[in-house]
């Protein structure tokens, strides 16, 4: 054959072809497409894919597959340009020349997911289950999210369908495996959850022909009839329901749902049943207005066709688990065979449909245990579902939009923008905050990854820690072998860190390393007062103990960060000695005397402890008394007397012996005591700042602040230094009146 000849007839071919996918194209799309051909035909000559298909042929049938999905002229010519990355390293620059930025966007997005995929299997074999469940479930999103243009998620799907329509039948046995396991993990449930049924199915039956051909085959010839023949017996109920529903007076819509043969491999293995056991290989679905009309469908049903015993469930009277809704029914149908019916609203179709993930769970199979900042199922129908949601509608599309541009626009998507997916060198999804940085990356993977992180790679090239990560990065860590977190890294002017979880992380280490520094001082506090005493051969511990402490360095800490005065621990060293006569209003909270007047004691003190006469006392930390609260005394080994509230829970669990009676001085008024308070509102950016300024105006010291967000709710709390109780009511009452705030209360 000459080669003339030979040019003739790939011309021919060519202008078929695009008279077959172009008809319902513009002129000058369908000019477009043709450039397109014939750009693939230069560069990829005799070219092959990586499973040994021709190149060209590859690219054709999976620009059909889109076409036959409607999607316009760009993204058909990507498809037909996707192998360009392969054969030419300039292929960017040429794209963009002779077609624009919007082509070369949807092929470099395509070749990006097309990494992603091959960095994913570096080691997987040796993850546990459960983690490579739930690192697949991560990498569904990622797919998504690394795109801008949700179209590259539609040419990697119909890509991988035209490579298993090639290897179905032929072609390695690892390459058929290779194909099946990606189709099963990733591209069949990306399939789902966009709702492009056409090629859901499609790339399950192939997968599974790829990965157990003998199993297909059996399936195949069990069901006796080939697709179509279902499908017109799908067409036959269909019409003859709408004529009964017509005549019932019901307005009801009519779909078939026959089943594809992986649907059935699937139930025959989950319910260890015969392919003459299953009653829903062929079925139809009944959409109505409102739930009698459901029942009266029901019926309708139950005296058109002869009901199975046993196959009636009501998911309207008793939802699954994922609020799943509907009526399922099994009737001997037309030439006697059986035939399921499901029958549910419109609103429990666009539920089931669009609203829930754990529907789209339901479909593609277990869910992942443990967490994953995945699908959140925990959120119901978050935003995330929610853009999902609207992706699966865009496909009904249609006729709607004329100009590719409109269409264009129509299609991109702020996919996941919460979220944010980077790898580690061995090819792990890592889950993150918009907005992450290197910090983050490195605590989110191990809390001493985090705390010796000095540095980080980024795509091979070295970054400063407070670089922002974006979708689809290699992150790696540099780290020292000892140290620790930078305090610069709570500074959030800086940027260093975004999650809450890698700040809290720092926090600890910073507390534990306050905690080492607390105990050396305190040591040292401890050390002097004996030298001074002239008892330098008491054991440290034998004074904790006398002091109450079980362990010596919880004495050493409280008396390094001055919770415990010199003066206590003296009083300790003295027990069993009266020590020298306290001067008048030496204590901080007043020493008291039972052997004066009750009247000249409440004039000199905070508080009277009757029947104990010059003790130190101190207020408890755990319920933090304060006028008028009733109170009461516990007599401390070494410590003075402490002064609980009444209802302190901590109460009932002190020596009972040791409790004494308690109140207030008249004085007391006078001195400032901490409280702690709780207010509970809205996650505003501003409502800390304001509830501050509350407590500024009204001249109350703010002695800690701490704040916790859930989603869109916040609770904070606060140790304030008031006169008493009556300030506290007068604060939480202006607070309570603030709009963002929903309570605020005294702990």
């Given at each position: 054959m000459t080669i003339q000849v030979r040019e003739a007839i790939a011309q021919a071919d060519a202008t078929e072809w695009l008279s077959t996918i172009g008809q319902r194209l513009g002129a000058s799309d369908q000019a477009m497409l043709a450039r397109a051909l014939a750009f693939a035909v230069e560069h990829y000559d005799a070219r092959s894919s990586a499973f040994g298909e021709p190149l060209l042929s590859h690219c054709r049938e999976a620009a059909g597959i889109l076409a036959m999905l409607r999607l316009d002229a760009d993204t058909l010519a990507a498809a037909l340009l996707s192998g360009l990355p392969l054969v030419d390293a300039g292929w960017q620059q040429r794209i963009e020349a002779a077609f624009g930025k919007g082509v070369v966007a949807l092929v470099d997005g395509f070749d990006r997911m097309g990494q992603i995929q091959a960095l994913r299997r570096l080691g997987q074999e040796s993850r546990k289950s459960a983690d490579r469940n739930a690192q697949l479930e991560v990498l569904r999103k990622m797919l998504l999210a690394m795109v801008q243009d949700v179209r590259v998620v539609l040419l990697k799907l119909a890509d991988q369908t035209q490579t298993l329509r090639y290897l179905a039948g032929r072609g390695d046995a690892a390459a058929r495996q290779a194909a099946a396991r990606d189709t099963f993990e990733l591209f069949a449930p990306l399939a789902n959850r966009l709702g492009i049924w056409q090629l859901k199915w499609e790339l399950e039956d192939l997968a599974l022909r790829c990965s157990d051909a003998d199993t297909y085959k059996r399936i195949a010839r069990e069901l006796d009839e080939k697709r179509g023949a279902r499908e017109a017996f799908i067409a036959q109920v269909i019409e003859l329901l709408r004529g009964e529903l017509?005549?019932?007076?019901?307005?009801?819509?009519?779909?078939?749902?026959?089943?594809?043969?992986?649907?059935?491999?699937?139930?025959?293995?989950?319910?260890?049943?015969?392919?003459?056991?299953?009653?829903?290989?062929?079925?139809?679905?009944?959409?109505?207005?409102?739930?009698?009309?459901?029942?009266?469908?029901?019926?309708?049903?139950?005296?058109?066709?002869?009901?199975?015993?046993?196959?009636?469930?009501?998911?309207?009277?008793?939802?699954?688990?994922?609020?799943?809704?509907?009526?399922?029914?099994?009737?001997?149908?037309?030439?006697?065979?059986?035939?399921?019916?499901?029958?549910?609203?419109?609103?429990?179709?666009?539920?089931?449909?669009?609203?829930?993930?754990?529907?789209?769970?339901?479909?593609?199979?277990?869910?992942?245990?443990?967490?994953?900042?995945?699908?959140?199922?925990?959120?119901?129908?978050?935003?995330?579902?929610?853009?999902?949601?609207?992706?699966?509608?865009?496909?009904?599309?249609?006729?709607?939009?004329?100009?590719?541009?409109?269409?264009?626009?129509?299609?991109r998507t702020g996919l996941f923008e919460e979220s944010v997916y980077v790898l580690t060198p061995q090819g792990r999804v890592i889950d993150l905050l918009k907005g992450a940085t290197p910090v983050d990356f490195a605590y989110h993977v191990h809390t001493d990854l985090g705390h010796r992180c000095r540095g980080a790679r980024v795509d091979g090239e070295m970054v400063p820690l407070n670089t922002v990560l974006a979708n689809g990065q290699t992150v790696e860590i540099t780290v020292a072998k000892t140290g620790g977190p930078s305090r610069d890294w709570l500074n959030p002017e800086l940027g260093f860190i975004q999650s809450q979880r890698a700040r809290t992380k720092v926090r600890q280490w910073l507390n534990n390393q306050?905690?080492?520094?607390?105990?050396?001082?305190?040591?040292?506090?401890?050390?002097?007062?004996?030298?001074?005493?002239?008892?330098?051969?008491?054991?440290?511990?034998?004074?904790?103990?006398?002091?109450?402490?079980?362990?010596?360095?919880?004495?050493?800490?409280?008396?390094?960060?001055?919770?415990?005065?010199?003066?206590?621990?003296?009083?300790?060293?003295?027990?069993?000695?009266?020590?020298?006569?306290?001067?008048?209003?030496?204590?901080?909270?007043?020493?008291?005397?039972?052997?004066?007047?009750?009247?000249?004691?409440?004039?000199?003190?905070?508080?009277?402890?009757?029947?104990?006469?010059?003790?130190?006392?101190?207020?408890?930390?755990?319920?933090?008394?304060?006028?008028?609260?009733?109170?009461?005394?516990?007599?401390?080994?070494?410590?003075?007397?402490?002064?609980?509230?009444?209802?302190?829970?901590?109460?009932?669990?002190?020596?009972?012996?040791?409790?004494?009676?308690?109140?207030?001085?008249?004085?007391?008024?006078?001195?400032?005591?901490?409280?702690?308070?709780?207010?509970?509102?809205?996650?505003?950016?501003?409502?800390?700042?304001?509830?501050?300024?509350?407590?500024?105006?009204?001249?109350?010291?703010?002695?800690?602040?701490?704040?916790?967000?859930?989603?869109?709710?916040?609770?904070?709390?606060?140790?304030?230094?008031?006169?008493?109780?009556?300030?506290?009511?007068?604060?939480?009452?202006?607070?309570?009146?603030?709009?963002?705030?929903?309570?605020?209360?005294?702990?």
């Open positions: 017509a005549k019932a007076g019901i307005q009801g819509e009519v779909t078939g749902r026959p089943k594809h043969i992986y649907s059935i491999y699937r139930k025959l293995a989950r319910k260890d049943r015969t392919l003459n056991e299953l009653f829903d290989i062929r079925g139809v679905r009944v959409l109505v207005n409102d739930v009698k009309d459901c029942y009266a469908v029901l019926g309708l049903v139950h005296h058109l066709w002869t009901p199975l015993p046993r196959e009636l469930d009501d998911y309207i009277a008793k939802p699954k688990p994922n609020n799943y809704q509907s009526l399922h029914t099994a009737v001997v149908g037309p030439d006697q065979k059986v035939l399921e019916v499901q029958i549910r609203t419109h609103e429990m179709h666009q539920h089931s449909e669009y609203g829930v993930a754990a529907h789209w769970r339901y479909k593609e199979g277990a869910q992942p245990k443990g967490r994953t900042r995945s699908l959140r199922p925990d959120e119901g129908v978050s935003a995330a579902h929610d853009r999902i949601s609207w992706l699966r509608q865009i496909l009904d599309w249609k006729e709607g939009l004329s100009d590719v541009a409109d269409l264009a626009e129509y299609f306050n905690h080492e520094i607390a105990i050396a001082q305190g040591r040292q506090v401890v050390e002097k007062v004996l030298q001074r005493a002239g008892m330098t051969a008491l054991s440290l511990e034998s004074l904790a103990a006398r002091m109450g402490f079980d362990k010596l360095d919880e004495l050493l800490m409280l008396v390094g960060r001055g919770e415990v005065t010199r003066r206590q621990v003296q009083g300790a060293l003295l027990e069993g000695n009266p020590p020298p006569a306290a001067s008048e209003g030496s204590s901080v909270q007043g020493a008291v005397s039972a052997e004066r007047p009750a009247e000249e004691l409440r004039r000199r003190g905070d508080v009277l402890v009757v029947g104990v006469d010059k003790l130190l006392t101190v207020l408890a930390k755990c319920c933090k008394p304060a006028p008028p609260d009733p109170i009461i005394g516990f007599v401390t080994r070494g410590r003075g007397v402490t002064i609980h509230r009444q209802r302190c829970p901590n109460v009932a669990r002190l020596y009972q012996e040791r409790l004494i009676t308690a109140e207030w001085g008249s004085d007391a008024a006078q001195g400032r005591f901490p409280v702690d308070v709780e207010v509970d509102g809205s996650s505003h950016p501003s409502l800390m700042r304001d509830i501050l300024d509350v407590f500024s105006r009204e001249k109350v010291r703010v002695a800690a602040a701490t704040s916790q967000a859930r989603d869109l709710d916040a609770r904070m709390f606060f140790t304030l230094e008031v006169n008493g109780l009556e300030q506290v009511r007068r604060l939480l009452g202006l607070i309570s009146e603030m709009p963002a705030v929903s309570s605020a209360r005294r702990l």
